[in-house]
């Protein structure tokens, strides 16, 4: 079926940095853009990232720009999200999720089960 | 664009009509989705660009709006629906945005 699986997660001290892993299966990974998306204990949604189908895109909110990087490799439909300089207002799941659609005029279609992060000394 | 929802919270009975709101601080057109997320659990979606139903979705879920005010209708409130629903935009792909998330509990 399809299915994204995230993985990396964990606790790390504030100023560290962590990488996160989406992995797809049961779809054509390639032909997707996909998002990261956050939500804190407690809050709501938190747009992260988006990154086309190719790579060759790349979108982040103000929240984390220049200190996230989205990235992915087609070949072994993973995608990524590279996260530096973490501060404990980073804390909160992490879920991946994809574009439903050709475009990225869509809403996200097909959500992971999420990975925690914890940033704390 | 900030996405505004409106209530917060909502207490309603098995049964009710429920209608929640999303208002974009500028206009999206029609590219509005909404989300119900259940505790501990992932995002699921309900309806894309404003009004189309997902595959699946029970029919009692509706959408309309364009522009900056937008709507979800629940018919018929159903012992799976209470969850938490977020709408988002989707226009601007440079800053994506959610609601800020509308809890429904039961009276």
């Known amino acids: 079926q399809v299915q994204l699986v995230e993985s990396g997660g964990g606790v790390v001290q504030p100023g560290r940095s962590l990488r996160l892993s989406c992995t797809g299966s049961g779809f054509t990974f390639r032909a997707y853009a996909l998002h990261w998306v956050r939500q804190a204990p407690g809050k709501g949604l938190e747009w992260v990232a988006l990154i086309s189908y190719d790579g060759n895109s790349e979108y982040y909110a103000d929240s984390v720009n220049g200190r996230f990087t989205i990235s992915r490799d087609n070949s072994k439909n993973t995608l990524y999200l590279q996260v530096n300089s973490l501060r404990p207002e980073d804390t909160a799941v992490y879920y991946c999720?994809?574009?439903?659609?050709?475009?990225?005029?869509?809403?996200?279609?097909?959500w992971g089960q999420g990975t925690t992060v914890t940033v704390s000394s | 664009i900030q996405m505004t929802q409106s209530p917060s919270t909502l207490s309603a009975s098995l049964g009710d009509r429920v209608t929640i709101s999303c208002r974009a601080s500028?206009?999206?057109?029609?590219?509005l989705a909404w989300y119900q997320q259940k505790p501990g659990k992932a995002p699921k979606l309900l309806i894309d660009?404003?009004?189309t139903l997902q595959s699946g979705v029970p029919l009692r879920f509706s959408g309309s709006g364009f522009g900056t005010e937008f709507t979800l209708t629940i018919s018929s409130l159903q012992p799976d629906d209470f969850a938490t629903y977020y709408c988002?935009?989707?226009?601007?792909?440079?800053?994506?945005?959610f609601g800020g998330g509308t809890k429904v509990e039961i009276k």
């Open positions: 988002q935009q989707y226009n601007s792909y440079l800053e994506m945005s």
């Open positions: 500028q206009s999206i057109d029609g590219w």
């Open positions: 999720a994809r574009v439903g659609g050709a475009t990225y005029h869509h809403g996200m279609d097909v």
């Open positions: 660009k404003a009004s």
